[in-house]
């Protein structure tokens, strides 16, 4: 439980990662510094950039974390009880679409509804999130892309984070696929898990290739992982975090962008989330320090947040901000206090959508489930 409680916290924190790396790109872009055409007038965000301390807003090394966690959480629930193996593969493979795509249609509504009758000056903010809260949001796409398009095609111009939904759906029939072959030969399960991600360079390209390599090694973390060693954890969770800040601009990875040029991000990233993840879950250790209540309930919420907090932040940051400028507030000012107000009520919200709409969810997939396989 204490491993299973850690993952959830993983989560949670990654979920917070992903809210931040926003929030960089909203208020304080040179932290990412993706545009080599931007150039900061500010110290301590060109020292944060050029640090390897970028860890803690790396929303790319976070969604890796994510894809690895849901290979390893996934594996546990059908091959806990071998016996029930089969029968479990087949109510996930039913279950999983209408699990995620039941909070992600909602979410598309909620931004179609917010689009459509709330209109806040986003002025001031950064052209990355100008772009996302001035489009035209039809009922029609909201539907289209909450349930097909970013599932099936990877589109998300309605709420851009569901973009990782199609590597999530993909990545879990992959899983399926290989636990099942797994009942029956090792061998093919093996020469299955590295034929499928191969299929998926081919078809998709590294990034699609990264997504799926991630599911199945949270599948060999379950079978295969070792217990480590207080000492090593700590390496490897420091090694993870140094490469989950890796930026090809930032001087700190230069010697990483010497070898592996504009890849370096991606595959940084890539072996951040694999690294994170198997130091904490095979640390008695580090696994016992995140087992708390606070980050365990952060990541039974990392759904809902990960859902409503650009939407949230156009409806709550982005007020606060203009306000707190009005009065005469410096602009790094304004936009720390706008973020923590934000945060604050992103989770209050979320604790509601999980409540509401998250369970609604999972009670539907159950009852699914239960009515094909009866």
Request: aromatic share 16%; glycine share 6%; no cysteine.
């Given at each position: 439980m204490v491993k299973l409680n850690s993952a959830e916290s993983i989560r949670g924190l990654a979920c917070l990662a992903v809210v931040f790396s926003h929030l960089s790109l909203s208020f304080f872009p040179f932290l990412h510094h993706f545009n080599p055409a931007e150039v900061s007038t500010s110290t301590w965000q060109s020292l944060i950039h050029h640090s390897p301390f970028a860890f803690w807003y790396s929303g790319t090394a976070a969604v890796f974390l994510f894809f690895v966690l849901s290979g390893f959480v996934l594996s546990y629930a059908i091959l806990r009880k071998p016996a029930q193996a089969e029968f479990k593969i087949k109510s996930m493979l039913i279950k999983r679409y209408p699990r995620l795509a039941i909070p992600a249609v909602i979410s598309c509504l909620v931004v179609w509804v917010v689009f459509q009758t709330i209109h806040i000056d986003s002025s001031q903010m950064n052209g990355w999130?100008?772009?996302?809260?001035?489009?035209?949001?039809?009922?029609?796409?909201a539907l289209y892309e909450g349930t097909i398009g970013s599932f099936f095609f990877a589109e998300s111009s309605v709420n851009w984070v569901l973009w990782t939904m199609h590597i999530e759906l993909i990545g879990s029939l992959v899983l399926f696929l290989l636990l099942y072959i797994y009942q029956f030969s090792r061998v093919m399960f093996f020469i299955g898990s590295i034929v499928l991600p191969l299929i998926a360079l081919y078809l998709k390209g590294e990034g699609f290739f990264l997504g799926i390599s991630s599911f199945v090694i949270g599948?060999?973390?379950?079978?295969?992982?070792?217990?480590?060693?207080?000492?090593?954890?700590?390496?490897?969770?420091?090694?993870?975090?140094?490469?989950?800040?890796?930026?090809?601009?930032?001087?700190?990875?230069q010697w990483i962008y010497a070898v592996l040029g504009e890849r370096t991000y991606d595959y940084c990233n890539f072996f951040a989330g694999v690294l994170i993840v198997y130091s904490i879950l095979m640390s008695p250790k580090l696994s016992q320090v995140l087992d708390q209540?606070?980050?365990?309930?952060?990541?039974?919420?990392?759904?809902?947040?990960?859902?409503?907090?650009?939407?949230?932040?156009?409806?709550?940051?982005?007020?606060?901000?203009?306000?707190?400028?009005?009065?005469?507030?410096?602009?790094?000012?304004?936009?720390?206090i706008a973020s923590v107000i934000f945060i604050l009520i992103t989770l209050w919200i979320s604790a509601y959508y999980s409540q509401w709409v998250d369970q609604l969810a999972i009670k539907t997939s159950q009852k699914i489930s239960d009515l094909i396989l009866k």
């Open positions: 999130f100008q772009a996302y809260v001035t489009q035209d949001v039809s009922l029609k796409l599948i060999y973390y379950y079978l295969y992982g070792k217990q480590l060693s207080l000492t090593l954890s700590i390496a490897l969770l420091l090694s993870g975090l140094y490469l989950a800040g890796a930026h090809s601009s930032s001087a700190s990875y209540k606070v980050l365990v309930w952060l990541g039974k919420l990392s759904f809902s947040i990960y859902l409503l907090h650009l939407i949230t932040l156009y409806v709550v940051g982005v007020p606060i901000f203009n306000y707190l400028l009005s009065i005469g507030l410096q602009y790094t000012t304004s936009a720390i």
